[in-house]
């Protein structure tokens, strides 16, 4: 089959790799940015089953861990270099319910305590971190030996494509509503801003946001903008709404200098699991990773390419 998908993120390549590994020996993928260029590349990388307010398993979770660490192989087998490190997440609750929700969950699971920030907090020790514009590339490097190609082009209608390929996947995360009205995706803009670690941090910690050391920088995100007027990062609002949070943790980090602030446009599910629907003879959609990118992707390629091949 001639096999077209719209979209070069997370899901696109997870969708190509799945299909490769299933036999399909070609797969042309559709970008306007070309590989990772929308919401992936900038994710921060954290990598772990345990998340929400809750910090319970989610749905899925254990399997989604699984299946996205195949995936992390085939790219450092391409690369020859990891993309990923097990740094472990520790996450302090920020209020007395929180705090009885998280001891819990760590009854429920076996998660250890520990101490970050001169807080208690849960440990969560096979946490990942990725290297998420690496990891890309790696995965990249693997469906292009496998067969993929890409093209840099804006796809505004599957009708483009619909002569010229058998079956058409849909995996452009929130640009997915441009493309087929009526979805059930709702845009969720996410901002992350970088800023010097001078508070000695090594460990990814997370509060009402999270922190992840890297050499001598600290990223920290990311905002949850449901109502915003523009895609582009907006420094003053992004630290205005995360560093506050961090004041009782990390005195006087609301005065950092921030050093870079990024943006991207999630697409989200009421039920924030990974939308998968035909939508014609020959149209399907896979999107709707919300937040939760790195953890579900690789579960929505293996879903999609069963679904598609059964």
Same mark, same amino acid.
């Given at each position: 089959?001639?096999?077209?998908?719209?979209?070069?993120?997370?899901? $696109?390549?997870?969708?190509?790799?799945?299909?490769?590994?299933?036999?399909?020996?070609?797969?042309?993928?559709?970008?306007?940015?070309?590989? $990772? $260029?929308?919401?992936?590349?900038?994710?921060?990388? +954290?990598?772990?089953?345990?998340?929400?307010?809750? =910090?319970?398993?989610?749905?899925?979770? *254990?399997?989604?861990? /699984? /299946?996205?660490?195949?995936?992390?192989?085939?790219?450092?087998?391409? %690369?020859?270099?990891?993309?990923?490190?097990?740094?472990?997440?520790?996450?302090?609750?920020?209020?007395?319910?929180?705090?009885?929700?998280?001891?819990? =969950?760590?009854?429920?699971?076996?998660?250890?305590?520990?101490?970050?920030?001169?807080?208690?907090? +849960?440990?969560?020790?096979?946490? *990942?971190?990725?290297?998420?514009?690496?990891? +890309?590339?790696? +995965?990249? /490097?693997?469906?292009?030996?496998?067969?993929?190609?890409?093209?840099?082009?804006?796809? =505004?209608?599957? =009708?483009?494509?619909?002569?010229?390929?058998?079956?058409?996947? @849909?995996?452009?995360?929130?640009?997915?509503?441009?493309?087929?009205?009526?979805?059930? %995706?709702?845009?969720?803009?996410?901002?992350?801003?970088?800023?010097?670690?001078?508070?000695?941090?090594?460990?990814?910690?997370?509060?009402?946001?999270?922190?992840?050391?890297?050499?001598?920088?600290?990223?920290?995100?990311?905002?949850?903008?449901?109502?915003?007027?523009?895609?582009?990062?907006?420094?003053?609002?992004?630290?205005?709404?995360? *560093?506050?949070?961090?004041?009782?943790?990390?005195?006087? @980090?609301? #005065?950092?200098?921030?050093?870079?602030?990024?943006?991207?446009?999630?697409?989200?599910?009421?039920?924030? %699991?990974?939308?998968?629907?035909?939508?014609?003879?020959?149209?399907?959609?896979?999107?709707?990773?919300?937040?939760?990118?790195?953890?579900?992707? #690789?579960?929505?390629?293996?879903?999609?390419?069963?679904? @598609?091949?059964?």
């Amino acid at each position: 089959m001639r096999i077209a998908i719209i979209g070069a993120g997370f899901s $696109g390549l997870s969708i190509a790799w799945h299909l490769h590994q299933a036999g399909c020996h070609t797969t042309t993928l559709f970008d306007k940015a070309g590989i $990772g $260029g929308g919401c992936s590349a900038i994710a921060a990388g +954290l990598l772990h089953p345990y998340g929400g307010v809750r =910090s319970r398993l989610n749905a899925l979770g *254990l399997e989604g861990m /699984a /299946a996205t660490q195949r995936l992390l192989q085939a790219a450092e087998k391409c %690369l020859n270099t990891p993309v990923a490190s097990k740094t472990g997440l520790f996450r302090i609750p920020t209020s007395p319910h929180q705090l009885k929700e998280f001891q819990t =969950s760590s009854q429920l699971y076996n998660i250890p305590w520990s101490k970050s920030l001169g807080q208690e907090a +849960l440990f969560i020790p096979d946490a *990942l971190t990725v290297n998420c514009p690496l990891y +890309l590339e790696g +995965l990249w /490097a693997s469906c292009l030996e496998q067969g993929s190609s890409l093209q840099i082009d804006l796809i =505004s209608s599957p =009708s483009q494509l619909s002569n010229l390929f058998d079956i058409i996947i @849909i995996a452009a995360g929130a640009d997915s509503t441009t493309l087929h009205p009526d979805l059930p %995706l709702k845009p969720l803009k996410g901002q992350i801003i970088t800023v010097y670690n001078s508070f000695n941090i090594s460990t990814p910690t997370t509060t009402d946001c999270y922190i992840i050391p890297q050499n001598n920088l600290l990223t920290i995100g990311a905002t949850f903008e449901r109502n915003f007027s523009s895609p582009l990062p907006d420094p003053a609002l992004a630290s205005q709404s995360l *560093l506050p949070t961090l004041d009782p943790f990390l005195p006087n @980090i609301s #005065s950092s200098t921030i050093l870079s602030c990024k943006a991207g446009i999630r697409a989200t599910t009421p039920n924030r %699991l990974p939308l998968l629907k035909k939508l014609s003879h020959n149209t399907w959609i896979a999107s709707g990773l919300g937040s939760k990118g790195l953890l579900y992707h #690789s579960l929505l390629g293996q879903n999609t390419t069963k679904t @598609i091949l059964s």
